[in-house]
């Protein structure tokens, strides 16, 4: 079992930065692929960004302005993100897939966190 809680969210001016982080329990994390999404109201759930054994994979939306990372030892994944725009208000999850690929879809992940709130002001 894998519990994930997210922090790092907030209110920021287009153009500027935030860096988000997902905090995981459990010893066998670091195995885990780690998938980022986001919710604005009254859309679906859209993929952001995801790491795994490979690599990394991003949304065009956000690709060259957002970074994920991750540090094992904090078992911390983390998401930077730049350039801010309005379009990127949302709820954002992270979530932990035990099978260690990563993947654009949301079902492939076992485990989600409550989310954070990024709100871009223009």
């Known amino acids: 079992q894998v519990q994930l809680v997210e922090s790092g969210g907030g209110l920021v001016q287009a153009g500027g930065s935030l860096r988000l982080s997902c905090a995981a329990s459990?010893?066998?994390?670091?195995?885990?692929?780690v998938g980022w999404f986001r919710q604005a109201p009254g859309k679906e759930r859209e993929f952001v960004a995801a790491?795994?054994?490979?690599?990394?994979i991003y949304a065009d939306s956000v690709k060259g302005r957002f970074t994920i990372s991750r540090d094992n030892a904090k078992n911390t994944v983390y998401l930077q993100m730049n350039s801010l725009k309005a379009e990127d208000t949302a709820t954002y999850y992270c979530?932990?897939?035990?099978?260690?690929?990563?993947?654009?879809?949301?079902?492939?992940?076992?485990?989600w966190g409550q989310g954070t709130q990024v709100t871009v002001s223009s």
């Open positions: 979530a932990a897939d035990e099978k260690g690929y990563g993947s654009r879809w949301f079902y492939r992940y076992d485990y």
């Open positions: 459990g010893r066998t994390f670091s195995s885990y692929a």
């Open positions: 790491i795994s054994w490979s690599g990394a």
